[in-house]
């Protein structure tokens, strides 16, 4: 379609280049938008104005005319080479408009395929379409025939339809700059909120002088109020304890007055939680008085128990260890009686203290809960005692242990073994021994553990106890009601314990 032999004039290629131009043309992103019925009805206007069988609405950048609105060519093209474009003349015209009454007499369109072909325009007249100063395109009429002149009036009045164009796409652009704009917002709202109710974080904003909070659901359900409905600060300030009420008030009085953020930690009274409340005020009159408060709260139940737990587990901690460091003194000076010299006592004293240190790393990996059964049989016969038992019958539910009476325990087997490996069972290839247990319920809730030794070489009972055998019956000290009876059998050393039980213990 493009004419060679009638390049544009320059003064026409200048304003088609012009970068201010191209730059609100592409700002518009209208080319190549869907069809739209508002420029449709301007060139219906405008062809029955001028009486003509065609009217269009262009916009024209460096290298194409592109049509907004195409009245009467159901069959035109989209778009054409800016070459062939009439509109292009009209845009570097130095008058309001631009007409040619027969195209054929024009030495600039005579050749143009769209006059000496389809669909043979010989009339035509249009008017910039002006957006931000800057002519992007034309409102113009078209027709097949000739004409002698154009009534001014209806030049005016095209040209005001021109103006209605600008101002057309001008809103329209506006109009989805302002929605593009609203979908970020909304978009970012989203994300704010997300990032809140992920955060599990309740924001609010406190209207001042009528007393009403917008907040968010998290808040809502953070404070127990309702799901619907405008929230009053004192529906807030009624959910928090009466033990902190006067200190968030005396903390508010201060952010009012000397401008500090807001900042503490309070109750709730009906669920025993505990919120952190932060803000800040961010508007006030013209004499300094707060208008809005904006702010978060945070729900610290958990680390505040965390806290409380911690505190209670380093007492807890604190008890065990004195009453550990008594328990070694004790057995150091029950040790070195028995074992004067430096090297039986290191012996002696080494095992005990390992037992006792074995324990207490099963405790502290537990935070002091309790300790298995089967952990603290475990730490005296090895790992494997029940797939390798090593001339070992064990039988018995594995059950939870309380501190002390793991403690007791530990010792109570750490002797009976060596005991056994020196003396007993353990000291031939021949001897066995059996532990076994149970929980009793008569006379006392509690547990019932045996230990028999048989096989091994025979027993003679001490004339006098040594410390091992005191260690034995006195391990469980700390363990009100317990009881142990050893007994030195000819056939193998027996030792029958008995501990009562808590109630979660089992």
Known sequence: ???LNKPLPDKVRRVLDDPGRLEVLAALNVLDSEADADFDRLTRIAARLFGTEYAQVTLVDAERQWFRSC??????????????????????ADSPHMVVLDMQ??????????????????????????????????LCVLGSKARDHVDPALLVQLEDLAEVASSLLALKDEARVRARTAAALLQEEWRHALTLEAGKVGSWVWELRSGEVSCNDTFRRMYELPEAGPIHVKQVLDTTHPDDRNMMRRALGASFRDG???????????????????????????????LIMMGVSL????????????????RELNHRVKNTLAMIQSVARQTIRQNPDPREFINAFSGRLRTISDAHVLLADRDWSGVQLYEVVASQLGPRFLDNPD???????DMTLPADHALGLGLILHELTTNAHRYGAWSDQNGVVSIDWEVRSQPSRGLSLRWRERGGPAVQRPQEYGLGAKLIERSLAKV???????DFAPDGVAADIWMPLPALAY
């Not at 900042?263 to 008085?289: C, H, I, K, S």
């Not at 505040?304 to 911690?310: L, N």
């Not at 009100?480 to 050893?486: E, G, I, K, T």
Request: hydrophobic letters at 35%; charged letters at 25%; proline letters at 5%.
């Open 299 to 314: 729900d610290i139940s958990e680390s505040k128990h965390s806290a409380e737990q911690t505190r209670l587990l380093l």
């Open 391 to 397: 001339r070992a019958e064990i039988r018995g539910e």
């Open 105 to 138: 007499r024009d030495a600039r369109f005579q050749t143009n395929p769209f006059v000496t072909g389809w669909p043979a325009i010989r009339f035509y007249a249009g008017v910039p379409v002006t957006v931000h100063g800057q002519r992007l395109g034309t």
């Open 480 to 486: 009100l009601d317990s009881s142990v009876q050893l």
């Open 71 to 92: 009245f009467g060519l159901p069959g035109a093209p989209a778009q054409t080479d800016v070459d062939v474009s009439f509109c292009a003349h009209t845009l570097a």
């Open 1 to 3: 379609m493009t004419d």
């Open 260 to 290: 500090y953020d807001f900042n503490v930690e309070a109750r709730l009274a009906e669920n025993n939680r505990w919120v952190t409340m932060r803000g800040r005020v961010y508007q006030r009159d013209a004499e300094g008085r707060p």
